[in-house]
T-cell receptor
Framework: KAGVTQTPRYLIKTRGQQVTLSCSPI?????VSWYQQTPGQGLQFLFE???????NKGNFPGRFSGRQFSNSRSEMNVSTLELGDSALYLC???????????????FGQGTRLTVV | AQRVTQPEKLLSVFKGAPVELKCNYS??????LFWYVQYSRQRLQLLLR??SRESIKGFTADLNKGETSFHLKKPFAQEEDSAMYYC???????????FGQGTTLQVKP
C-alpha cells in the first residue's frame, strides 16, 4: 500500500508569507503527527491529530497550526514566516494515537521549506 | 523533563567491528523506547522498539531502567548499516515522540 505522502516536496517562501503543507497518511491510519527537523534542533514534535482532533501540541508559537480532515488527511499551516522556520517538516501516520498499541509511526519524505 | 540523549554525533567503525550507539533517556514512568533509522535519501523508518524485543538487521537494544539507557548494538557492522540513527521515547501521557539528536553511523570498508 502507498506510504505517507507529503506535498509539496520543496517550497521557497519569503519572510512574512504563510504556507500550507499537506500530508496524506497510509490508508486506514487515523493518527497524524508533524515534526520539524533542523540541523541545530534535530527532530521536534509539532502536533498530533486523531479523528480530526488535536491530541497533543509541542512547544511552538501560535503561528504554527494544523488540522485534520474526515479522511485523515492533515494540513499544517505556518503564518508570518520567519527565516528560522526553514526546515524539513515531517509527517508521520499510525493506526492509533501515540501511547497505545499499534502506534508504530510511518514517516513521509518530508517537505523542505526554505524561507528567504 | 522528558529527554533523550545521544552523546555521539558520529560513530565511525570498520566493517565487521561491533557497534554500540548510545541512548539515555529521562522520564518518570514507563516509557516506550524506539530506534529509528534514516538511510541516505530515504525516509525515516522504525528499526526496532523495546516492547517487541526482536532483532532487526542484526541490531538489538535492551532497555535498562536502572541506567535509563536503550543502547543499540550489533556484533558485526556492515557497510549498508551506514545511516543516521535516532533514539526516541513515547510517553502515554503526552503521546508524542521525543527524539534524540541522532548519531551518524559510518561503516568503513
Amino acid at each position: 500500500k502507498a506510504g505517507v505522502t507529503q506535498t509539496p516536496r520543496y517550497l521557497i517562501k519569503t519572510r512574512g508569507q504563510q504556507v500550507t503543507l499537506s500530508c496524506s497518511p497510509i490508508s486506514g491510519h487515523r493518527s497524524v503527527s508533524w515534526y520539524q527537523q533542523t540541523p541545530g534542533q534535530g527532530l521536534q514534535f509539532l502536533f498530533e491529530y486523531f479523528s480530526e482532533t488535536q491530541r497533543n501540541k509541542g512547544n511552538f508559537p501560535g503561528r504554527f497550526s494544523g488540522r485534520q480532515f474526515s479522511n485523515s488527511r492533515s494540513e499544517m499551516n505556518v503564518s508570518t514566516l520567519e527565516l528560522g522556520d526553514s526546515a524539513l517538516y515531517l509527517c508521520a501516520s499510525s493506526l492509533a494515537p501515540s501511547g497505545g498499541s499499534n502506534t508504530e509511526a510511518f514517516f513521509g519524505q518530508g517537505t523542505r521549506l526554505t524561507v528567504v | 523533563a522528558q529527554r533523550v540523549t545521544q552523546p555521539e554525533k558520529l560513530l565511525s567503525v570498520f566493517k565487521g567491528a561491533p557497534v554500540e550507539l548510545k541512548c539515555n533517556y529521562s522520564y518518570s514512568g514507563s516509557p516506550e523506547l524506539f530506534w529509528y533509522v534514516q538511510y541516505s535519501r530515504q525516509r525515516l523508518q522504525l528499526l526496532l522498539r523495546h516492547i517487541s524485543r526482536e532483532s532487526i538487521k542484526g541490531f538489538t537494544a535492551d532497555l535498562n531502567k536502572g541506567e535509563t539507557s536503550f543502547h543499540l548494538k550489533k556484533p558485526f557492522a556492515q557497510e549498508e548499516d551506514s545511516a543516521m540513527y535516532y533514539c526516541a521515547l513515547s510517553s502515554s501521557n503526552t503521546g508524542k515522540l521525543i527524539f534524540g539528536q541522532g548519531t551518524t553511523l559510518q561503516v568503513k570498508p
